[in-house]
């Protein structure tokens, strides 16, 4: 199934590319064929192990861009934006979801899960395009946060929702999980980043010795932090970000060595998705999931924006950076999984989950072609 993955992912890649489409979407689409269409069977171990990786890496490399230097330039902006374009997202989800079913439990959660961005998919096509500048500087250390973001707003909506619903508010639940997802992230990542770092300090390395170490760390990583129940994704950035900061050189070489890989895991994750797309889903909420979508990318373009304003950005941050992070996945099923644990008892799960399995499929299909625009029409494209 893989090989077939691989060899269809890079055919349609290199068709769309000759129409001046991103090769994210050729992946997306020979999933959709090799799924929905053709109706192969995917097995559920294989898509846990490509998202595993595929995230790690991501997160990683999301991580080594944070050097002090970067920090010190954009990050009182990156944190304005982030705030604003967080908070305007979840304020528009939930509005316009309660204008369209009346329904206060239902658009509070979709509005709190509405704010998390998935970084594969943007990083992917900002690699795809060969894109440098400002904007994919700051994009790429907005998907970065918003995870720790989402995990924090996530963490209101449900206690509010359930307090709608005349459930029992866990404080536990309220503080002390999330405030250990994303802290403990930050630890765990920390500790690992300046083990490495000095360990291989210490040590004459040649590129198969770094890319080695590089693989394990990561992987390392994330298994870790899936047993200690924080987030995954947090950690590997965080260790990222150590690693840039206290030993530039063996990051810069390992950040060049796992890129020189990330195609053929690109084509399988991307590939994976779309075998998991179920369109009847779609049809059969069609209103509600047109209304968050909708909702989501308003909220996306316009928190950015007014984040870019107040910050002084830009332009081109502040006009085209929204567009660039629709993407969802990650995070936001993950949380909406969650969530439908939560509020099983007043039968909400089911239709959480499939809002947000369904919407994901529509953002993971379009949000590609998004940020390929912001990017080639702020000049940063390189393609």
Known sequence: MASLMLLLGFILGRLLKKIGLTEVLAYIIAGILIGPVFKFTIPSSFNKVVTAITLSFVAYMV???????????????????????????????????????????????????????????????????????????????????????????????????????????????????????????????????????????????????????????????????QIMGVSAILTCMIFGTVMINFNTSISNQSNRLIDSIMSPIFILFFAAIGAEIDFSQFLAMLGIVLVYCIGRSIGKVLGCGLGGFISRSEAKITKYLGVALLNQAGVAVGLAFLAAQELSAYHMGGMITTLMATTTAVFQILSPLGTQYALKKSGESSI
Not at 83 to 89: A, D, G, L, R, Y
Not at 144 to 154: S, V
Not at 161 to 181: Q, S, Y
């Open 63 to 225: 991580g080594l861009s944070f050097s002090f230097k970067f920090l010190k330039r954009m990050g009182k902006a990156i944190i304005t934006i982030l705030v604003v374009e967080v908070v305007i997202t979840s304020l528009v989800v939930w509005a316009l979801v309660y204008i369209f079913t009346k329904n206060m439990a239902l658009s509070i959660i979709l509005g709190a899960l509405a704010p998390a961005t998935a970084p594969a998919g943007t990083i992917a096509v900002i690699r795809d395009l060969k894109a440098k500048g400002s904007l994919t500087n700051v994009a790429i250390a907005i998907v970065g946060l918003d995870d720790a973001a989402g995990i924090i707003i996530y963490s209101f909506g449900i206690v509010l929702t359930k307090a709608l619903l005349g459930g029992k508010v866990d404080i536990k639940a309220f503080v002390i999980r999330p405030m250990w997802e994303i802290f403990g992230a930050v630890l765990l990542g920390a500790a690992v980043g300046f083990v490495v770092s000095y360990l291989t300090n210490k040590a004459k390395l040649s590129s198969d010795n770094i890319f080695i170490i590089s693989i394990g760390a990561v992987m390392l990583s994330w298994g870790i932090a």
